[in-house]
């Protein structure tokens, strides 16, 4: 699993995604991100060569993926910075996070029970291994004998069962209730009341859980099964509506991972303790301290030795740091994106599914959308902005996803005189001299647009998108008339189902899971779906990628395909840039890696002796 902010993710928030995090203009995190990562093997067919293609000439490939490796000194700090221009919100655990940032510090003290390879497919080397009926609907979990909590208290399958409950509960106020648990037998009865317990779920011994799926899928194999455990004999006593605001998740969490939670100050730092009991043995390190870092001092904080490595590097920095003294540079194509969104709709909280509405939408016509794709120069960001470090977006399935993402697709380049004759060809026609187009019916349109802050690049980034609209006839303003702060925004944009209505177009981004299954944030039922868009063909082919004929890759690489060129046609949100995830190493650390497939390694992070 990387060890990035990607994803947003969701990460799909959930999804996926979640719903890793990043900013509309910089490399803030995404509400997102899920950390929760698998993929399909993978094999030829629509997307493999093309996205390796999309990714071949990028400046990423000169990177190296892990820092010096060797034998370490005993003990010593590491420090870690969390680059945020906004506190990291504080829900700090697995099931309840919405945020990157907070993902970013439960991963120190919390891990996986599964562990992935490099295409991300589950694997038995984690604190679980696994095994599945022929059909796929049985899916039998071995814990370790020595997997622990941090109080000494064996992770139990009744604690991963009961994750499962909580998320499935009526009550559950987190984002990651969605498609890969209603799939489960028995979880729709239990969510709508209807049963006591989720029949899908039983707990065959202490150590061994048993989940039986009604419609298993492909993303089963890639991200679809929950593996984060929650220790029952803490939570048991707490409401499920309160769980997300207790003591528990917000000042004293546990988990099973190499560190421990020592001390807290709220959305500024935290500092751990080596776990000795870790069921890999004890960390090299005696103690981490991660601390927000905002992006205008990342780099003084690094050069002066304050911080040893940070979760992600400003990639409009790098040029003038790339020679930094006593620093290594790891890079990969990161699992991300960011997009430019249009608002459909609301969400409906009550029954958990988005209201599509789009004859209260300012951008319901798909003419003004393509003129809007049109009217940006998406490679010129990627290269002034970001030193070629990202690059133009066309699909919104990312090249980090090689054997799906399709480069073939002809998506909108920038053509500024296109964009103004779709427009004219639309109906939108400036007829009272200010400027500005009037809608097809001869309204005034103004659209506000919400983008968030962070690093010295996001407002030049959000002013030129305006200015681009601009020049060709839409008055569209910054909403509020400035930079929302990253919590904010994401709570303007949709995240728990809010929605605000002054908020017609939004530049985001997604940390994406590894299972390329979009249905977490751009299905129905899906609180991640912030455009609030729902379209029949989009849900079909959605159904169809993670049908039983989708466990043959080749048909799922082609239902992916004709999903990206729907995409590509409909625009309910389009991709600004795909982008590359840059973490500076202190040289004298060894052993730190962001490969995907190294999914347990921050026990053997140490200085060189």
Known sequence: ?????????????????????????????????????????????????????????????????????????????????????????????????????????????????????EDFQYTQDGAATF????????????????????????????????????????????????????????????????AEEISGIKVVDEKTLEITYTNPTPSLLAGGIWTYAMPKHIFKDIAVADMSSSDAVRKNPIGMGPFKVESIVPGESVVYSKNEDYWQGAPKLDEVVLKVVDPSVVANELSSGKIDVVDAFPADQYETNKDMEGVKFLGDVDNAYTYIGFKFGTWDKENAQVVYKPEESKVSDVALRKAMWYAVDNDAVGENFYQGLRWAGTTLIAPSHANFHDATIEAPKYDKEKAIEILTDAGYVDTDGDGFVEDPDGNELKLNFASMSGGEVAEPIANYYIQSWRDIGLDIELLDGRLQEFNTFYDRVGNGGNDDPEVDVYMGAWSVGSDVDPTGLYGPKAMFNFPRYVNEKNTELLEKGVSDEAFDVEFRQNVYK?????????????????????????????????????NFYRHEIGFKK
Not at 25 to 51: F, L, N, R, W
Not at 158 to 186: C, K, L, M, N, Q
Not at 584 to 598: A, G, H, K, M, S
């Open 562 to 598: 004709e999903w990206q060129q729907l995409m590509v046609e409909e625009i309910p949100v389009f991709p600004t840039l795909y982008r590359a995830v840059l973490v500076p190493v202190n040289e004298n650390l060894l052993n730190y890696t962001i490969d995907r497939d190294d």
């Open 1 to 117: 699993m990387k060890n990035f902010s990607k994803a947003l993710l969701a990460l799909m928030l959930v999804l996926v995604l979640a719903l890793a995090a990043c900013s509309g203009g910089d490399d803030q995190k995404d509400a997102g991100k899920e950390k929760e990562e698998g993929k399909t093997e993978q094999k030829e067919g629509a997307g493999e060569d093309a996205g390796e293609d999309a990714v071949a000439d990028s400046p990423i490939s000169a990177f190296d993926t892990r820092s010096e490796t060797g034998e370490v000194e005993e003990g010593g700090t590491l420090n870690f910075g969390l680059v945020s221009d906004t506190p990291f919100e504080g829900t700090l655990n697995f099931n309840f996070y919405a945020g990157a940032p907070d993902a970013e510090v439960i991963e120190w003290f919390d891990e996986s029970l599964l562990s992935i390879d």
């Open 131 to 194: 095994e599945h009926s022929d059909d796929y609907k049985v899916f039998t979990f071995k814990i370790g004998d020595n997997v622990n909590w941090h109080d000494g208290e064996p992770v139990k399958a009744e604690d991963w069962a009961f994750s499962y409950e909580v998320i499935g509960h009526a009550d559950y106020d987190g984002p990651r209730y969605g498609s890969d648990f209603t799939v489960i037998e028995g979880m729709e009865a239990y969510n709508a009341g209807e």
